[in-house]
């Protein structure tokens, strides 16, 4: 549809092009991952000021030609980010999640939820920084990320035979956790892995439970695995 057009948007990339222009990826709630150009933006009078970088969430002017590529021709703050910006760990965070979002969903597909689930991962990173980039708060996006692109593991019971348990690995071929009839192929996944998995994925990213560091590396295993045999995906580590 070409044309005008509005939209709340968070810049995932943002890449210098030519002399004074930007070329961003942004994440829209309707238009999935779109990219567009904005024109002079590096020229010091620029209307467009500083907020055409990673994090900063905006309402968006586009134009949208017969190219692939629209031009931004307003930005408004929504909300800039400002103190995740000054903790290494936070930015680090919000780095990876803007990656994985730009990795997992690189369409023109509507996600809404993807919309809401990265801006309430950047909210709680500008609120407390340094609490917020927890690993374990950053292993519950990935898996809420999984969930939204339709590849959540199967964690109720054996994804290959159904038998309730005890479930003793996690099969990333099969998209679940498996039997000890049937880990073939699987790896060794312990209870306490197995119950991170459901609680990160049950709760709200405000409460993503606590976990230790071999608990996070199996958790982060899952997820990476999953993107990959499923989504065809190379997700960078968590941390
Ligand atoms: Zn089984």
Redesign the pocket.
């Known amino acids: 549809m070409p044309g005008p057009l509005t939209t709340e948007a968070v810049v995932l990339r943002s890449m210098r092009y030519g002399e004074a222009d930007r070329i961003l990826h942004v994440y829209t709630p309707m238009r999935g991952r779109v990219s567009a150009i904005a024109k002079g933006v590096r020229r010091s009078r620029s209307r467009f000021g500083g907020r055409l970088e990673p994090f900063f969430r905006l309402r968006l002017g586009l134009h949208e030609g017969r190219s692939e590529l629209l031009t931004v021709t307003g930005a408004e703050t929504v909300s800039a980010h400002a103190r995740l910006r000054e903790d290494p760990d936070a930015l680090d965070a919000a780095a990876r999640a803007c990656d994985a979002v730009g990795r997992l969903f690189d369409s023109a597909e509507p996600h809404p939820e993807v919309f809401n689930l990265l801006c309430t991962m950047l909210a709680l990173l500008d609120a407390d920084p340094a609490g917020a980039a927890a690993p374990a708060r950053r292993l519950a996006f990935r898996l809420k990320l999984l969930l939204a692109a339709g590849y959540a593991p199967q964690l109720g019971a054996?994804v290959?035979?159904?038998?309730a348990g005890p479930i003793t690995a996690f099969s990333p071929a099969a998209g679940g956790v498996?039997?000890?009839?049937?880990e073939a192929g699987a790896f060794a996944l312990d209870a306490e892995a197995h119950a991170f998995l459901v609680d990160a994925l049950g709760r709200p990213l405000a409460q993503a439970p606590a976990a230790t560091a071999r608990v996070l590396r199996l958790a982060d295993r899952v997820v990476v695995e999953t993107a990959e045999h499923h989504g065809h995906v190379r997700l960078r580590a968590a941390a």
Do not use: F, P, R
Request: glycine share 20%; charged share 10%.
């Open positions: 054996c290959t035979c159904g038998e498996v039997c000890g009839a049937c």
